[in-house]
């Protein structure tokens, strides 16, 4: 069947070129690859991807060669190069899962989670088998169990499955249950050497050797190159002390892999035994360089002398060691104020907030006695966003200060980092200071108040009071600035720093608020350009980067952004600006596993938060966890409960999480509160929709109609009530009813659009979108619709028509879709047109499942079937679940006399069981070759 691509399709976007070079290459190492050359189809698969970088059915099988090799770094790295080169996740997903289950790289494999919706079902089983394989490496064993049975369930007939179970019952030593599995799993495929392995660590966890040597034996003489059945071989053999045997298949071993961890373990213990101590040494000290490093540390016994080595060193700036020895000699002394300051000053001068914090916290016990360091762990417990820790060790510092004003403004600075500014400005009215008189600390909390609650008329005598005394320092400074800008006096905010920096061009604060005015008037380049000079020089600059993320997120850079972020987390781990930063950039690229792991903290750490707890709401129902989704859901119920408006997008999220009764429930409180909001009936009826109650909703049009009248959306409801009662026909005419009175209604419009496929009413479909697109031209988005229901329909010169029309506007001169659907229609009439329509599509860049295969088969119905088998190979590693995709594979192979290659893929175009076009030729294919 011909691929077309309906308006609704989505395009990924990506150079791609093709060359004889390439094609030859390939198909050469396919040859080589299935012969067991590998390393000649390494070599071509190489000059395939010479000959066109981004070529994926060359990077999938380079990855295989790559595993095979036990090169894992490599292999993943084209696994998921090819993934963002658009393959198919089906195709990457089993090979991908094993190698970073490999490397322990789990949070990586958990990532696939929020693609699950991609996967076909035997991905769904694979999924499963890796799932349980990482609860087995968590210890959660039955957990693993209930991933392994439902993968059983999913394709019962699967020995892998049932391996990995009996690898479960093993462990737990249910010796029965193994055993059950393992012969179970054998009676399918008999040859399967991972079976007959478990079958000799059955026999070995029953304490019978010479049984589960058998079966290694067995294993091994149907596949001599397995690592693990070697290692089994070699320990097996060593236990029943024959020492030969062992040694010469661990000389397999280490000829396959010389690097092998296990291997040099054995040889170390061979050596040993054999009174070689030397060797064992050497072996033993080779194996611990590979997995571990030992870490030396320079110890002075004397405490003085740790300190006045620290102190010295502090006095000369050589800081790197003054923090060494300062650091020993606190785990030594940790009482001793004095050497804590010194050493504060220190992460201080390097910038090293995180270590400061550290410091600070682990000697809290002795700090307290402090005003100064206790104040300034609260201030970094704030910066990074630890408000239950600053708020915690705020309570314990005001018992042992309770008698400083400097209390009551750490109390006003902790209500202003929760989000209560009000509180905190009334607690600094509280204290018997005005602006002439105020410490600067008191007069520059009170200005930044001010400003966050539009107080201008009380932050401006806090400004004229800074500009009065001359304070000079940076905070003071970005506080005018930040007056200014919130004043709207963008040109005096520039002046003003201008003349800050012409005093002293290196003032951080001057030159980070000039980015800030840059950005509010919309010249982000120029910020950005302030913003890199800036941290060209202080490169742990916070608010420089996380200004520039939020400028690189505004425009759609998420890499830059990011980037920017964990510069900002590698020293402040518990930032929380670029904590809700990460999770925003988290959620708009879809990275919903990463986005769950973020919003879980900051759920921790904010409780309540609504924010927090909708976007965490909102991951777990993109994730499908509807069950876990039921906690922040009800959370915000019990928020929310008094505000009509964000009742109803609780009860979108309520419905979209399966929590239909609860979303009713929303929508009804909603609607009680503001009866005016027409929204809120619309949507309650179609969460009775959902829930089949309609009775109930046609109550709920009626009143919707009651209350204010025919709408357009009225209509659409009461035809999708009709669809529920299947009177198609009496929809149909409500839908249409619809569009009469809001053409742009495009629920109605796809309504329309659906029935007519199932051909109720298309003539009438036809003519109400005729007179759309006639009167109005705008409305593209119709006329393409129009087409593509005319070619269903088979009525391929008004569908030819319409297509051309909409290449003639500017917007959609090269869109892919219409080129290509054009070229399939062309394709029954003139070939060579058919493939120049097409090949712009491929020229741009577009590069789609659809489009490749329809290039692929129009090349191959033209004669040029290696250049259409490029194409079509291409097609297949977008989307491998296309019988048609498989078909023109298999015919494309037959024609160049690859028998049994084609062969396989006629067999699975028919085995897809999926219904296209040509499932009878693929059918008479496969019957001719035998």
Not at 291 to 313: C, K, M
Not at 634 to 640: A, H, K, T
Not at 675 to 695: A, F, R
Not at 898 to 923: C, G, I, N, P, T
Request: charged share 25%.
């Amino acid at each position: 069947m011909n691929k077309f691509l309906v308006a609704l399709c989505l395009l990924c976007i990506t150079n791609l070129s093709f060359a004889d070079q390439q094609a030859n290459e390939y198909e050469l190492a396919v040859k080589a690859f299935h012969s067991g050359e590998e390393n000649e189809a390494f070599i071509h698969l190489k000059n395939a991807l010479k000959a066109n970088p981004e070529h994926l059915s060359s990077k999938l099988m380079l990855a295989k060669v790559y595993f095979n090799a036990n090169n894992l770094g490599s292999a993943e790295k084209q696994l998921e190069e090819a993934l963002v080169l658009g393959a198919d996740i089906n195709l990457v997903l089993p090979l991908l899962g094993n190698i970073l289950l490999l490397q322990g790289k789990t949070n990586e494999l958990l990532a696939f989670e929020e693609r699950i919706n991609e996967f076909s079902k035997p991905s769904l089983f694979e999924w499963k088998l890796l799932r349980g394989r990482i609860y087995l490496k968590n210890a959660q064993p039955e957990l693993a169990r209930n991933e392994f049975e439902q993968a059983t369930k999913l394709m019962p007939n699967k020995t892998s499955a049932m391996n990995t179970l009996a690898t479960l019952y093993l462990r737990q030593k249910e010796y029965v249950l193994a055993e059950q599995w393992i012969e179970r799993s054998l009676q399918i495929a008999k040859n399967n050497e991972r079976t007959w392995l478990l079958k000799g660590d059955l026999a070995a966890g029953q304490n019978n050797l010479p049984l589960a040597l058998e079966h290694y034996q067995t294993a091994y003489r149907l596949d001599p190159q397995d690592p693990k059945i070697l290692r089994s071989l070699v320990m097996t053999h060593l236990k029943l002390n024959q020492i030969e045997q062992a040694k010469g298949y661990l000389k397999i071993i280490q000829e396959q892999t010389p690097n092998d961890p296990t291997a040099i373990l054995i040889g170390a213990t061979l050596f040993a035994g054999e009174d070689n101590t030397e060797m064992a040494e050497r072996a033993l000290a080779d194996l611990s360089q590979k997995v571990s490093a030992a870490e030396t540390e320079e110890l002075t016994d004397a405490n003085t002398l740790l300190f006045i080595q620290g102190a010295s060193e502090f006095i000369l700036e050589n800081d790197e060691k003054a923090q060494q020895y300062l650091s020993q000699y606190l785990r030594q002394k940790p009482s001793d104020l004095g050497a804590t300051r010194m050493l504060s000053k220190l992460y201080l001068r390097n910038n090293e907030s995180y270590k400061l914090q550290l410091l600070l916290q682990d000697n809290f016990d002795y700090i307290i006695r402090d005003l100064g360091l206790s104040v300034q762990l609260v201030y970094l417990y704030i910066d990074a966003g630890r408000l239950r820790a600053a708020q915690q060790a705020f309570e314990q510092i005001r018992a042992y200060h309770s008698d400083s004003n400097y209390m009551v403004i750490l109390d006003a600075e902790l209500a202003r980092a929760s989000g209560e500014s009000e509180r905190a400005f009334s607690l600094l009215e509280e204290l018997p200071f005005t602006e002439d008189n105020a410490p600067i600390k008191w007069l520059q909390l009170k200005g930044e108040l001010a400003l966050e609650l539009n107080k201008f008329d009380q932050a401006s005598p806090v400004i004229e009071s800074l500009i009065a005394r001359n304070i000079n320092n940076a905070n003071a400074q970005n506080l005018i600035a930040a007056y200014y800008i919130k004043t709207k006096q963008a040109e005096l905010a520039l002046r003003y720093l201008d003349e800050v920096l012409a005093n002293n061009p290196n003032n951080v604060g001057a030159s980070f608020n000039k980015a800030v005015v840059w950005r509010a008037q919309g010249s982000t380049e120029e910020a950005l350009q302030i913003l890199d000079t800036l941290l060209a020089v202080n490169k742990q600059h916070t608010p420089s980067h996380l200004l520039a993320a939020r400028i690189h997120l505004e425009q759609k850079n998420y890499l830059e952004a990011t980037e920017q972020l964990d510069k900002v987390l590698l020293y402040e781990q518990d930032n929380r600006q670029a904590r809700e930063l990460k999770l925003d950039t988290y959620m708009q690229t879809a990275q919903w596993s990463n986005a769950l792991a973020e919003v879980e903290k900051l759920n921790r750490e904010y409780i309540l938060n609504e924010r927090y707890l909708s976007a965490y709401a909102e991951i777990l129902i993109r994730l499908e966890r509807y069950e876990d989704a039921d906690y922040p859901l009800g959370l915000l119920d019990s928020i929310w409960k008094e505000q009509p408006n964000k009742l109803i997008g609780l009860a979108r999220m309520q419905a979209q999480a399966k929590q239909l009764a609860n979303a009713k429930s929303s929508l009804l409180k909603s609607h009680q509160l503001a009866p005016e909001n027409m929204s809120t009936l619309i949507l309650l009826t179609k969460v009775e929709l959902e829930q089949n109650d309609l009775e109930a909703a046609e109550k709920t049009v009626a009143d919707l109609a009651n209350k204010f009248g025919e709408s357009s959306q009225l209509f659409l409801l009461q035809g999708d009530i009709q669809m529920r009662k299947s009177q198609k026909e009496q929809a149909q005419q409500n839908y249409s009813k619809a569009v009469e009175l809001n053409a742009f209604n495009r629920e109605a419009v796809v309504r329309l659009y659906q029935l007519a496929k199932q051909g109720i009413a298309d003539d009438a479909f036809h003519q109400q979108m005729e007179g759309l697109v006639t009167t109005a031209a705008e409305l593209a988005w119709h006329k393409r619709i129009l087409a593509d229901s005319y070619l269903h329909h088979k009525q391929l010169v008004k569908a030819q028509q319409h297509y051309e029309d909409l290449l003639a506007l500017p917007a959609l001169k090269q869109d892919p879709g219409i080129l290509n659907n054009l070229a399939n229609i062309y394709s029954g009439q003139d070939l060579d047109k058919a493939y120049q329509t097409v090949a712009q599509v491929v020229e741009q860049g577009a590069k789609n499942a659809a489009i490749l295969d329809t290039i692929g088969w129009i090349e191959v119905q033209r004669g040029n079937v290696d250049q259409g088998l490029v194409y079509l190979r291409e097609a297949y590693t977008m989307n491998a679940s296309d019988a048609a995709i498989r078909y023109h594979l298999a015919f494309a192979l037959s024609k160049l006399g690859r028998k049994a290659e084609a062969k396989a893929e006629a067999e699975a175009a028919v085995e897809l069981d999926q219904q296209f076009s040509e499932y009878e030729d693929a059918k008479a294919l496969l019957e001719s070759l035998g």
